[in-house]
């Protein structure tokens, strides 16, 4: 059963525009969620992160929405460069402790097209 | 900022002998150290959970006489595939994380095993 979901397998976006990558939870103990871009063969590099006392966080072109009565959070990237291509995670962790982990989406993979 | 140093990279071993996979976080102290496994066009999917000096906590379905985990010191943490065979053969990503939030899941950059 999985507890972090991301619907869509690719999103192609044109550069300059929005990408929008959305992801949905169904554990309500999870109070902390993170995006991650990974590339392959290589291990997931944070982007931005967000804890569920709030609703949006803004680190340069990332912005992360969470809607917690929908259970809902997404990524926007604006504007979309090439470079932003690959793969995207949600992840969520309950603050249960240190021993508590990441559990990740399927995500997402982003290409930009020049 | 928090850095996971993941040995090797890559490795390519034959069917029945073990390979081990090391996680040394650089300029922190890894605290609990989570090893994941991703096969192609999947999530990442969490093995166990080690916490330094204790034994590590594995998931359902994972054999942990297959899957050796080692965390001995707050800076080493290791992974021994033993007997491997071809359907061990996967991406495995080491997660770090030490006191504080601000060291929260530092990812090591991950070793693709194949098995022949």
Redesign the interface.
């Known amino acids: 059963d999985q507890q972090v979901k991301q619907n869509s ?1 690719s999103l192609s976006v044109q550069e300059g525009r929005i990408s929008i990558l959305n992801c949905d939870y169904t554990n309500s103990m999870f109070d ?1 969620f ?1 995006w ?1 871009k990974k590339y392959p ?6 982007l931005i992160s967000i804890s569920s006392i709030k609703d949006k966080n803004e680190d340069g072109r990332f912005t992360v929405f969470l809607n917690k009565s929908a259970k809902h959070l997404s990524l926007h990237i604006v504007p979309s460069q090439p470079g932003d291509s690959a793969v995207y ?1 949600c ?1 969520a ?1 309950a603050q249960l402790g ?2 508590t ?7 997402t993979r982003l290409s930009v097209i020049a | 900022g928090a850095v996971v140093s993941q040995h090797p990279s890559w490795v390519i071993c034959k069917s029945g002998t073990s390979v081990k996979i090391e996680c040394r976080s650089l300029d922190f102290q890894a605290t609990t150290m989570f090893w994941y496994r991703q096969f192609p066009k999947q999530s990442l999917m969490l093995m166990a959970t080690s916490n330094e000096g204790s034994k590590a906590t594995y998931e359902q379905g994972v054999e942990k006489d297959k899957f050796l985990i080692n965390h001995a010191s707050l800076t080493l943490s290791t992974l021994t595939v033993t007997s491997a065979h071809p359907e061990d053969s996967s991406f495995y990503i080491c997660s770090a994380r030490g006191t504080g939030r601000e060291y929260g899941y530092t990812f090591g950059s991950g070793t693709r095993l194949t098995v022949v």
């Not at chain 1, 982990?101 to 995500?107: I, N, R, T």
């Open positions: 397998p902390y993170l991650y063969a290589e291990g997931p590099t944070f995670f992840a962790s240190l021993n982990p990441l559990v990740f989406g399927k995500g």
